[in-house]
């Protein structure tokens, strides 16, 4: 890795070459230009204008005689001779001879002017010059120029105004990780006994606004240790070099603030994957930043107390070199807030303005679907300049609701939040999965249903229940799991008459199961125990090759064709006699965007 200049060193340049020039200036160039003045005459005309009493100041030297006329406008110079009586002709003609310095008539002031303020005016323009290179170093403007070296890791100590995990509203699950976070940095000992040692890195996974560095600031201000929170966009703005430079200065400025949280924003900005081949320059740079974050966190041991936090909407797009075990191997996921989280986090920041008595909370959350913490703080930023705009002293239900249109209308454009209709088609489509898969098994197929858009692009999300690990899986298990897979699209023909290209990844994962039993497992009648399907690779993601005639290729299309479609059937079926159950459970989650198992089966076996 190259050795990285300071910064700093150029500034020490200027203010060296700036010295250098001030004493050339008034050592060598001030008595040259003020020598190139004086005008050099022979002693009879210094005579003469004695005579003539056109003398005014008179400077006798050992090795020469400097005088001015009478008005002083013009230094002349003259070489001294043995003359007695000048002292007596000088004084007849009226001059003075004080022997004092002709051209410094105010010492102090000119030591000012010559040595002083050049000085002062060449450090203003140092530091002025220092500051716009740290502004665009990414440093913010309160960053010293002396600085220049270090990273511009900004230091947050815990203040009274310090963030907590309760100014971070809805967002539990992703507390409760943290929380872990907070006891270690509060008593390491309590873990380093036992021998454990908390994760280096913690990567929090969530759209923007979603209170990833809330919860960062609140995981310091818990803890009580001081913040250092850079963005990883800011590493890589520089000259080739610097970025790597900025990593271990944060690092260390970090291990000497131990215990403390260091905070790296948008990740993906340097920790992308590498490139195989050579890169562009941008490339390396941002290569050589990686690899220094990597060879830092590499460096010190799990128990320093140093925490990493990063943030990235994109964790698919980070190089795995970075998620590796002893790096980044955790991974709190930051979703956008459901319903109840949205009332609390216009809550939350209501407290901050003055609201009506009586403003329904709810109702606005229910009207911002989609939206994150950011946009909700928003909102109720909005709906308080509106309420000032109309000249009223508090906010209104009326300003919340106006504003909402304002913050989410702008944002529709940019991330597509669903319409009222598209929600309630996922809400179909997600009971649809579940409500087939318990029907079947008779247990509850779901510990959550949401339908809050999730980071992977799924609009909506059922999180299975595993029962037990499950090694062996019979044909009855493999048909019923095809059956929920196309609960959902049977479930949005059912109940809405149109279906959808959000079965998409249900009818690759139902197709591809289909065609497993047929070709692989050697669940089909009319083949038997046959496999034309052979995988390779069975680690490395598994290629499958189909090795057998075309007119067998057809038959086992036809066939995988077939059981779908059964299996479609079968969904059908259970979805229109349960379809109280369906519309009741669909109209559940629409309103509340998510379900629990608990809730689920409560509703579904409701008479
Ligand atoms: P991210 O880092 O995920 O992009 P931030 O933490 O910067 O988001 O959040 C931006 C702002 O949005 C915060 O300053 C806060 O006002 C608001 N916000 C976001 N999420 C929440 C939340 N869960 N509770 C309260 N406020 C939130």
Known sequence: MNEVKSPRRPLMWFYGITLAIIILFNLVFRPMVAEAQIKTVDYGTFMTMTEEENIGQVEIRSNQILFTDKAGTQVYKTGPMNDPDLADRLHAAGASFSGEIIEEPNFLLSFLATWVLPMVIFVVIGQVMSRKMMNKMGGGPGAMSFNMGKSNAKIYVKSSGGIKFDDVAGEDEAKENLTEIVDYLHDPKKYTEIGASMPKGILLVGPPGTGKTMLAKAVAGEANVPFFSMSGSEFVEMFVGMGASKVRDLFKQAKEKAPCIVF????????????????????????????????????????????????????????PALTRPGRFDRRVPVELPDLAGREAILRVHARKVKVEPGVDFLTIARMASGASGAELANI???????????????????????????????????????????????????VGHALVAARQTNSAPVQKITIV?????????????????????SKEEMENKIATYTGGRAAEELAVGSITTGAVNDIEQATRLARAMIARYGMSKEFGMVAFEQVTNQYLGGDA???????TQTEIDRQVVELVKTQYEKAMTILRENQAALHRLAKHLYMNETLTGEEFMGLLNEA
Request: charged residues 25%; contains cysteine; hydrophobic residues 35%.
């Open 453 to 473: 858009p999730r980071t992977s692009g799924a609009l909506g999300y059922t999180m299975q229940v595993e029962e037990g690990n499950h090694y062996l899986m």
């Open 264 to 319: 790296i924003d948008e990740i993906d900005a340097i920790g992308g994957k590498r490139s195989t081949g050579g890169g562009m320059g941008g490339h390396d740079e941002r290569e050589q930043t990686l690899n220094q974050l990597l060879t830092e966190m590499d460096g010190f041991e799990g128990n320093t107390g140093v925490i990493i936090l990063a943030a990235t909407n994109r964790p698919e797009s980070l190089d």
């Open 380 to 430: 109720v930023n909005e709906a308080a300049l509106r309420a000032v705009r109309s000249g009223r002293r508090s906010v209104n239900q009326a300003d919340l609701e106006e504003s909402i249109e304002v913050v989410i209308a702008g944002y529709q454009k940019k991330n597509a939040i669903l319409t009222d209709r598209e929600k309630m088609i996922v809400a179909y489509h997600e």
């Open 545 to 551: 090759s189909l090795a057998c005639s075309e007119k």
